[in-house]
């Protein structure tokens, strides 16, 4: 099991970095490709590599071996990735997948560590989850990723992606598009090939260069990040949402610094115009916002549960589902406040969450937020419980208010562009997006992105929480993912 998912680290940043770093990479030109696929001549003899598709081999040797074929390209500088394709079927005791320099060993007889075995190599065994560098035998491997306990293990996928960052001198792994984080530290100045440990007789490998970024490239590629967390900080500035033509009033308040975003719409057979009025630099944010919850990394299937509800910490009037722990039930004939947190609670990294709520059976104060593990879940009458203590945060869905140690007069209007005494229709999807590395929570509703909601959050250890009075009610969260 798991200790900690996604794993605790003060970097969530760098890991949003290294993801858009990953997206932006250059593939190589048709004419390029032959130049990173396997090397036939820097392999062990028991493998073959097809003169017509270099980008895969196969092992022929039926002894007892193991067998290592190095890639054609080397890398010194730039971030590069490429993919392994290896099918679980074909691999054998010591499947290691890893970089190398040109000094080590490719071939020796018996089932063996070879990548990893000395300083000139690094790898990941896929079957034990144990890197290895410098390492004699198994005994002396380092389990990864590192928020697994030692006594687990993770499947791993037939596709594998090695991402090599030779500005920072590290190495990591990525699978089912979730990054598992650094592997390895301390490879500046080395010039290190693609490699694989191989053991298993017919077994097939394939490697594919998926791109890579040079140096000048990696240095330009982070400014414009900088530039863009900078924009984290950009006071948002929204004059009016409204569905109707521009006042020339405010058509002289546009200037270089704003923007104007007309959407033509139909509603009730009449045409009319949404008018935003904007910040440039709020829509630079809305986009990094959208980007960033893109990029979340999913857990594996076998980990989800533990994102669910928890049927043992709600109030005695709530049903979480027997078989699907995501979905909650309220069916009760009276009058009565119920709320229920989710099992996990997050105190680093960035999560994301979606909860599915029809609005007809929302009633009153339908609020959906954060809690510690110290905020009440139950009482008699319709009141509100989320966001009515210092112990939890909530908006109001209904009433379109944010509320955190406040009476339901009290609640800050939210989003923040709304005009007094408008209201906005939340659809039934609604997504939280939980920052505690800035401390931050915001929503995403009707498709977009609505702005912080709330700060301050640094420190504590929240849960996802929702506040029920309707008699009969169904929820459904749905974990979206998270960055270390």
Same mark, same amino acid.
């Given at each position: ?5 996604p /794993?605790r680290?003060?970097?969530a940043?760098?890991?949003f &970095?290294?993801i858009?770093?990953v997206k932006s990479? @250059? +593939?190589?030109?048709?004419h390029?490709i032959n ?6 001549e820097?392999?062990s003899p028991?493998i073959?590599?097809?003169p017509?598709? &270099?980008?895969t ?7 007892p071996?193991?067998?290592?074929i190095?890639?054609k390209?080397s890398f010194?500088?730039?971030?590069h990735?490429?993919?392994?394709t290896?099918n679980p ?15 080590? +060993?490719?071939?020796e007889l018996?089932e063996k ?5 000395s300083r000139a190599?690094?790898?990941w %065994?896929l079957n ?8 004699s035998?198994?005994s ?7 928020f697994i306990?030692? %006594?687990?293990?993770?499947?791993? /996928?037939?596709d594998?992606?090695?991402l ?9 792994y ?6 598992l984080g650094?592997?390895?530290h301390?490879?500046k100045g080395?010039?290190?090939f693609p490699i694989v !440990? ?7 490998v394939t490697l594919?260069y998926?791109g890579?970024?040079t140096s &000048? =490239?990696?240095?330009?590629?982070a400014l ?5 967390i ?7 500035s929204?004059?009016?949402? &409204?569905?109707?033509?521009?006042r020339?009033?405010e058509r ?5 610094n704003?923007?104007l975003?007309l959407n =033509?719409g139909?509603?009730k057979?009449r045409?009319g115009?949404q ?8 829509i630079d944010f809305?986009?990094?916002?959208i980007d ?7 857990? +594996?299937?076998f980990l989800?549960e533990?994102f @669910?509800?928890?049927?043992? %910490?709600?109030?005695? #009037?709530i ?5 699907n722990e ?6 009760? #004939? ?12 997050f105190d680093s990294?960035i999560?994301?969450w979606?909860? @599915?709520?029809?609005p ?5 104060y339908?609020?959906?937020g954060?809690?510690?593990i110290?905020?009440p879940?139950?009482a008699?009458g319709v009141?509100?419980?989320v ?9 109001d869905? %209904?009433?379109?208010?944010?509320h ?5 007069n009290q609640g800050?209007l939210? /989003?923040?562009?709304?005009?007094k005494?408008? !209201?906005?229709s939340v659809s =039934?999807d609604?997504i ?5 590395e ?7 509703? #009707? ?11 640094k420190?504590?250890?929240l849960?996802?929480?929702v !506040?029920?009075t309707s008699?009969?009610c169904k929820?459904e969260?749905?974990?979206l993912?998270?960055?270390?």
């Open positions: 099991m798991f200790t900690h998912f /794993p680290s003060a970097e940043k760098h890991s &970095e290294m858009q770093l990479l @250059s +593939p190589p030109l048709d390029q130049n990173y696929n396997w090397n036939k820097d392999s028991n073959y590599v097809d017509g598709n &270099e980008s081999f196969c092992k022929l040797c039926e002894e071996s193991t067998d290592c190095r890639g390209h010194e500088s730039g971030i990735a490429w993919r392994i290896w079927s074909h691999r054998g005791m010591y499947s290691i997948v890893g970089v190398a320099t040109a000094e080590a +060993p490719l071939h018996g560590i070879l990548v990893g075995s190599s690094w790898g %065994d034990t989850n144990l890197l290895y560098h410098n390492s035998n198994d002396t491997g380092k389990k990864y990723p590192g306990k030692d %006594d687990a293990r993770i499947i791993v /996928p037939e594998i992606t090695v090599l960052n030779m500005e920072e001198g590290t190495l990591a990525i699978i089912n598009k979730f990054y650094i592997a390895f301390d490879l080395l010039k290190l !440990n191989v053991t298993k007789h017919d077994a097939r594919e998926l890579g970024l &000048e =490239e990696v240095r330009d590629s414009r990040t900088a530039a863009g900078a924009l984290l900080l950009s006071t948002v929204v004059i009016s949402v &409204e569905n109707r033509p521009l020339s009033t002289a308040q546009l200037n270089t704003s923007k975003h =033509e139909r509603r057979g045409v115009l008018v935003i009025i904007i910040n440039i630099a709020f809305l986009y990094l916002q960033l919850l893109e990029n979340l990394a999913r857990p +594996p299937p989800l533990i @669910s509800w928890n049927k043992n %910490d709600c109030s005695p #009037n049903t979480v589902q027997e078989n995501f979905v909650l039930y309220k069916d009760f #004939n009276g009058s009565t406040t119920d709320c229920v947190r989710g099992k996990y609670g990294g999560n994301a979606k909860i @599915s709520w029809k007809s059976q929302r009633g009153p339908p609020i959906v954060v809690a510690t110290d905020s879940l139950h008699m009141k509100m419980l966001g009515n203590n210092n112990t939890s945060w909530g908006w869905i %209904d009433m379109n208010l944010l955190h140690n406040t009476t339901p800050i939210y /989003p923040r562009f709304m005009i005494g408008t !209201n906005m =039934e609604l939280l997006m939980l920052n505690m800035e401390g931050t929570l915001s929503y995403f509703a #009707n498709g977009y992105y609505l702005g912080v909601a709330f700060d301050d959050l420190g504590k250890k849960y996802p929480v !506040n029920v008699q009969r929820i969260m749905t974990y993912g998270g960055l270390l």
